[in-house]
């Protein structure tokens, strides 16, 4: 076994860790990246966001040619090659990753194909993916292990037919009919393409609402939407036992009522949340700790109980978001450098690419109330915007919570056609402590969706321009 020397030694190489690698390399590190992939990405680009949304920008071409007889243009009904449609998935995936390696390339990052334990604080055991093994010490590291799909052990049973995530996006075919276990992102996004690819999608979530935790306004104006693509949305149900039919799967589910009724689907897709990787590290050979719920334990520098360790991404703690975890891996590297940073941001921006999509960021309206804050809360409705209705999209809707003393922007909400890409004006608002005059007085070009962000604030004052809301009398 032959034995390495790195300055810094990045475990990981999704958005997180190779954003962190290659950030320390241009700031003159010696960099040792370590995973098992071919190329950097992590599950985000082969195995999650980056294939998911490719099969999401199918899904909303084939959706959008069935609406199109609603303006005078008709299409025969979309042939499936599947084929092609994996192939086109797989080549995004492939563009992407070897970009990511060409950049580590560049940069002269020390690129080890294995797995890593920590054999003490200073040191790790690799395992190489040929078989062999090499020992590395290191003077930093940062964990970038990311996270896995999780599973309900009772229910789970060792069949083709029950998938998860990845199971999903490998699209092996085009099943006539299928349960979705768990009504969040993940799940109404692969809903969303198999139902455009011809499936029947029936949802189950154990809690009231879809998408629990997202601002209910929001999730509202997608659940109408959701409920004409899918076959049925069971909230406030559960899934009692999985079993081996003849034809599929025996799914036994129970209402809130302890209603209990019994359906056969083609497949079950199991997408109830991520566990954090924070097993079989060799932790326990540091003084690293975690949490109960399986994170490492970490400081706002990202730095865990050994000052010398860092930890960021899914591994460290909630939200689990790629772009997230890039900013983490930043911040930790400028700490690694002696920089004085801590992780603050004032908001994370989160987007469900559904169609239509929800975004938001900052303050959420329920937030608000059980912190006992006390914020206005202005809504424009996208029926009230040209853009939208020149695109017969319609069903949107821009929220803001300003904090009526200051006029401040404490959060915003966006749920419709493209509302992952306008999110972003709203988040730099918030860090930027920016109020609602800073935003009815900052021109937006027209006609855009962009503009309903800039009336939403105006109607704060009573004066939006395509929606009348006098200002109320005190």
């Avoid at 192939?87 to 950049?103: C, E, H, P, R, S």
């Avoid at 062999?132 to 229910?155: C, H, N, Q």
């Avoid at 690694?336 to 900052?362: M, N, Q, S, Y």
């Avoid at 006609?447 to 321009?465: D, I, Y």
Wanted: hydrophobic share 40%.
């Amino acid at each position: 076994m032959s034995t390495d020397i790195a300055q810094l030694v990045v475990i990981g190489a999704g958005p997180g860790g190779y954003a962190a690698a290659f950030y320390a390399a241009d700031l003159g590190m010696n960099v040792t990246l370590i995973d098992p992939e071919v190329n950097p990405g992590g599950v985000c680009l082969h195995r999650g966001c980056i294939p998911s949304k490719a099969l999401l920008h199918v899904a909303k071409l084939i959706y959008e040619s069935r609406e199109a007889k609603n303006w005078g243009v008709e299409f025969s009904e979309p042939k499936i090659d599947l084929d092609k449609l994996r192939a086109f998935k797989d080549d995004v995936v492939k563009k992407l990753t070897g970009g990511t390696g060409q950049l580590a390339k560049q940069r002269k990052i020390n690129r080890i194909r294995g797995t890593a334990v920590f054999k003490d604080k200073k040191t790790l055991d690799v395992s190489l993916v040929d078989g062999g093994k090499t020992e590395l010490t290191f003077e930093y590291a940062i964990i970038a292990t990311g996270s896995r799909p999780m599973i309900i052990p009772d229910l789970w049973i060792d069949s083709p037919r029950v998938i998860d995530s990845s199971g999903a996006l490998a699209l092996r075919d085009i099943p006539k009919n299928m349960l979705i276990i768990g009504g969040g992102y993940i799940g109404l996004e692969m809903g969303t393409v198999y139902a455009a690819l011809g499936t029947e999608i029936t949802v189950v979530e154990m809690m009231p609402n879809i998408l629990p935790g997202a601002d209910k306004d929001l999730v509202r104006v997608l659940q109408r939407s959701l409920d004409a693509k899918f076959k049925s949305i069971l909230t406030e149900t559960k899934v009692v036992s999985l079993s081996e039919a003849k034809n599929g799967i025996r799914v036994e589910l129970e209402d809130k009522n302890g209603k209990k009724s019994r359906q056969i689907f083609d497949k079950v897709l199991m997408t109830i949340g991520r566990r954090p990787n924070s097993e079989n590290l060799g932790l326990e050979n540091t003084g690293i700790q975690i949490d109960d719920k399986g994170f490492i334990k970490i400081d706002g520098q990202r730095r865990t109980a050994e000052p010398h360790i860092f930890a960021i991404g899914d591994v460290a703690g909630e939200p689990m978001l790629a772009h997230k975890a890039s900013h983490e891996g930043h911040t930790a590297v400028e700490a690694i450098l002696g920089e004085k940073v801590v992780f603050e941001p004032a908001a994370i921006p989160a987007v469900v690419f559904t169609d239509p999509e929800l975004a938001w960021a900052g303050l959420t309206e329920s937030q608000a109330k059980e912190q006992g804050l006390k914020v206005e809360v202005m809504r424009f409705p996208w029926a009230a915007s040209g853009r939208a209705l020149t695109q017969d999209r319609i069903d949107g809707m821009t929220k803001l919570l300003i904090e009526p003393e200051t006029e401040r922007i404490l959060g915003i909400g966006l749920v419709g056609a493209g509302a992952g890409e306008l999110v972003s004006e709203g988040v730099l608002a918030i860090e930027m402590a920016a109020n609602a005059t800073d935003l009815k007085l900052t021109i937006h070009p027209h006609p855009t969706l962009s503009e309903t962000l800039m009336e939403t604030a105006e109607m704060l004052f009573g004066t939006c321009t395509h929606v009348y809301r006098p200002k109320r009398k005190k």
